[in-house]
């Protein structure tokens, strides 16, 4: 009885192998590119945030001494 060993359908399964981690771990890449992006637009908004509510105190703050000189000025008349 001879026995004949062929090392194609080895190849085959390494490469199926292959081929299944390298779509996990574009997957992974994909998954991480995501985060990053949305942790980017998070970041955006939130100084986007920031800016607006420092410009709506200072403005805000300005409103608050206008008054406060106008009614100075209605009681010292």
Same mark, same amino acid.
């Given at each position: 009885?001879?026995? +004949?060993?062929?090392?194609?359908?080895?190849?085959?399964?390494?490469?199926?192998?292959?081929?299944?981690? +390298?779509?996990?771990?574009?997957?992974?890449?994909?998954?991480?590119? +995501?985060?990053?992006?949305?942790?980017?637009?998070?970041?955006?908004?939130? +100084?986007?945030?920031?800016?607006?509510?420092?410009?709506?105190?200072?403005?805000?703050?300005?409103?608050?001494?206008?008054?406060?000189?106008?009614?100075?000025?209605?009681?010292?008349?």
């Amino acid at each position: 009885m001879k026995f +004949k060993f062929s090392l194609a359908p080895v190849l085959k399964v390494r490469e199926h192998q292959e081929k299944i981690q +390298k779509q996990k771990l574009a997957e992974q890449v994909s998954k991480k590119q +995501k985060i990053s992006d949305l942790q980017n637009e998070v970041q955006g908004k939130l +100084k986007q945030f920031l800016n607006d509510s420092e410009e709506q105190t200072a403005a805000s703050i300005h409103l608050i001494r206008q008054r406060s000189m106008h009614l100075e000025q209605v009681h010292q008349n």
